[in-house]
């Protein structure tokens, strides 16, 4: 009989080792691993239209317009199309919607990708300015 209670105390105490643990959100932290990564990739500030999210892991399609990422701060426009890369953790996918971004894209062999991953880095939806600063200021040498 006490095998029963015991048994589920033990489901209820495992399920917390089940969820996802992200880092907080630090433009700074994926500039710099960004600008160790052998891909070139430029920071891009401004409206995220999606075109298509795949269901899980996949590729997905949608169109950035607004600023891109000089030393000068966002300061180039940028008007392109843009693919999605979602993938997934178990069963934990990256996920993004319409809206306003600031993001780090990877330049691929058929061109920007946004990879959509679980944790969301390289992304920052609906983004505060400390956040478009910090990318700014890494762009210009002072990343903290």
């Not at 999606?50 to 000089?70: D, I, K, Y």
Request: hydrophobic content about 45%; glycine content about 10%.
């Amino acid at each position: 009989m006490i095998r029963l209670p015991l048994l589920a105390l033990l489901l209820l105490t495992a399920s917390p080792a089940l969820a996802l643990k992200c880092l907080a959100p630090d433009p700074a932290r994926d500039f710099r691993a960004a600008e160790a990564d052998s891909a070139t990739w430029s920071g891009v500030y401004g409206w995220l239209e999606v075109l298509s999210h795949p269901e899980g892991a996949g590729t997905g399609q949608a169109r950035l317009t607004g600023r891109s990422l000089t030393t000068e701060g966002f300061s180039q426009p940028f008007d392109r199309d843009i693919a999605l890369q979602v993938s997934c953790l178990g069963p934990w996918c990256g996920q993004v919607e319409s809206g306003p971004v600031a993001a780090l894209l990877r330049h691929g062999r058929a061109g920007l990708v946004l990879q959509v991953e679980p944790c969301r880095a390289n992304l920052w939806p609906d983004p505060e300015p400390a956040q478009i600063q910090s990318l700014s200021a890494c762009m210009a040498g002072a990343c903290d």
